[in-house]
Each structure stands twice: as structure tokens, then as C-alpha cells.
């Protein structure tokens, strides 16, 4: 399943998420401090991850750890690149280049 895009399955990718199946409390990625490292190790290996990260992107989601980066990496990163439009298109199309850019690999 790794690398599926959202596209590419049935349904909203929510409902492939690692954090999503029921091992973890609903609240244990909206952390702040150290626990954001453990939040973070949730998402290594989570199928949707590209899409999670795109979408907190694309919504400028404010609080917790989504597809893998604090809320303090997701600024930065859209600080980095103010001219995406689209996160998805840019993170499941250009996998490689951005996943490299936004320290993922």
C-alpha cells in the first residue's frame, strides 16, 4: 500500500491512515515539545502520508503533527514556497523532488 496516492483507493485517504486505526487516542498528534517526536513516528510508513500532508497544506492546518511535520515545519515550508497552489498536485505528482524539499526521506 505504501505510496498510494489518494487517488488510487476507495474512499477518503482518513481512512487508510496509520494514526486512524484505532492504535492510537484521537488527540495523541496535536502535542507540543518532545511529544511531537513521537506523534511524528506515527506517520513513518503511514500509506497516506504524502495526501495527509498535502491536505494540512492546502488547509493551512494549524495545531499537530501531519503526514509526518509539525505545524512549525508546515510553515516553514509553505514560507520556502509561496507559489504552490496545489500541495497535492505538487507532493503526490513530483514525489521525489518535494518529498526531498520538505525533509521526508
Known sequence: MAGL????YEGHWTAMASCGQGK????A?????????????VCQGCPVRLDCLADALDSRADFGVW?????RERRALLRRRPD???????????????????GLV
Open 84 to 102: 504552490v497552489a496545489s500541495w497535492r498536485t505538487e507532493l503526490v505528482g513530483n514525489e521525489p523532488s518535494l518529498v526531498a524539499l520538505a
Open 67 to 71: 503526514g509526518g511535520m509539525t505545524e
Open 24 to 27: 492510537h487516542a484521537p488527540d
Open 5 to 8: 496516492g489518494a487517488q488510487e
Open 29 to 41: 498528534l496535536f502535542v507540543e515539545g518532545a511529544a511531537q517526536r513521537e506523534a511524528r513516528a
